[in-house]
C-alpha cells in the first residue's frame, strides 16, 4: 500500500484535523525501525538539526501526521508527532534513547550509534559532527494501521 493510499483509509476512518502529512521511511534501517514502531517499542527518534538548514526543510510540529514507510516505500503506519524538542546532542536525555527503543536502549548504546549516523549523514552534505550539534527529537504515537 503506498503512502496516500494508507493516509487516504486513515483520513476516511479516523477524520482527523488537517489534511497534511508527510510519508518517510527511517534512516538506513526503515524495516527494522517500522517494525518497532509498530510493536511499541520505537515512540521517538532524532535527526541532526543542521541537515534541516543545509536542505531548508522545515522542523517537524507538534500535532504532525507522518506515513511511515518501510524499505521498499510501503506505508505501514500512521503516526501523530507530540513532542518537538531541539537540544544539544550532548545532552539527550537517557528517557528519549530508552523511547527510541534500539539496541539495549541506554542513553550509552544511542549515542554511539547516531553519532556514527549523524557523522555519516552530515558528511554527505558536506557538513561535521560535533558533540554540541543541535539535534531533533520527537516522541510519537502511532495513530493509524492497516
Known amino acids: 500500500m503506498s503512502g496516500e493510499q494508507l493516509w487516504e483509509a486513515f483520513v476516511r476512518e479516523k477524520h482527523p484535523a488537517g489534511g497534511m502529512y508527510t510519508a518517510w521511511a527511517f534512516g538506513m534501517e526503515a524495516d527494522r525501525l517500522a517494525r518497532l514502531v ?20 522545515p522542523l517537524p510540529t507538534d500535532g504532525e501526521y507522518s506515513v511511515i514507510l518501510d524499505a521498499k516505500d510501503q506505508a505501514v503506519c500512521v503516526i501523530r508527532t507530540n513532542r518537538v524538542s531541539v537540544i544539544p546532542f550532548h545532552a539527550v536525555p537517557a528517557e528519549h534513547a530508552f523511547k527510541e527503543g534500539e539496541g539495549d536502549r541506554s542513553l550509552a548504546a544511542w549515542r554511539e550509534t547516531h553519532e556514527k549516523f549523524f557523522t555519516e549523514e552530515l558528511k554527505r552534505a558536506g557538513l561535521e559532527f560535533s558533540p554540541d ?6 516522541e510519537f504515537e502511532v495513530v493509524y494501521r492497516p
Do not use: D, F, H, N
Open 38 to 57: 509498530l510493536s511499541g517499542e520505537k515512540t521517538a527518534t532524532a535527526s541532526a538539526y543542521p541537515l534541516y538548514e543545509w536542505e531548508r526543510e
Open 133 to 138: 550539534m543541535k539535534v531533533v527529537c520527537e
